[in-house]
């Protein structure tokens, strides 16, 4: 897919910018990109109808790649858009954007791993949740 819009994406949702988001130059601070995009993420992690994770197991965050396209600024609203690139043994990848006004500010891949919490060590993904996965699949 050569520029996704949000309309695009098998999954979306949005969150409200806070005033306390912002930082001295005005508009929001980067590192809460990481949060937008978490709020995204756990709409399909952690999705109640439709569970993923493998009993005594949790996801965590393996690799965050994300670029910076614009700024965002207060007051207002970020629609995050995202869908899985890839499933692995134990890992999933994650594409996603934000978006203000329509306007794409940023997009970012991250790649979760499913681990035991006992061992500390990766975990297959069962055949069911890579099922559930699929549906939410976008091409690259």
């Known amino acids: 897919m050569d ?8 999954v979306k949702t949005f969150d409200k910018i806070r005033y306390s ?8 601070n980067n590192s809460i990109f990481s949060s937008f995009l978490e709020t995204g993420r ?11 994770l493998s009993e005594n197991c949790s996801f965590v965050i393996a690799s ?3 670029n910076f396209l614009k700024e965002i600024n207060w007051p207002g609203e970020v629609e995050i858009g995202t869908g899985i690139l890839k499933i ?3 890992s ?7 978006f203000q006004n329509n306007i ?15 061992t500390k060590k990766s975990h297959q993904l069962s055949e069911k949740t890579k099922s559930l996965l699929m549906e939410l699949q976008i091409r690259e």
């Open 42 to 52: 756990v709409e399909i992690l952690y999705n109640s109808e439709k569970p993923l």
């Open 92 to 98: 999933i990848t994650f594409y996603q954007k934000l």
């Open 64 to 66: 965050i790649k994300l």
């Open 21 to 28: 988001d912002t930082d001295r130059q005005g508009h929001v």
């Open 3 to 10: 520029d996704p819009t949000i309309s695009d994406f098998p």
């Open 104 to 118: 794409c500010v940023a997009d970012a891949e991250t790649i979760i791993v499913q681990v035991n919490d006992q």
């Open 88 to 90: 692995g043994n134990s």
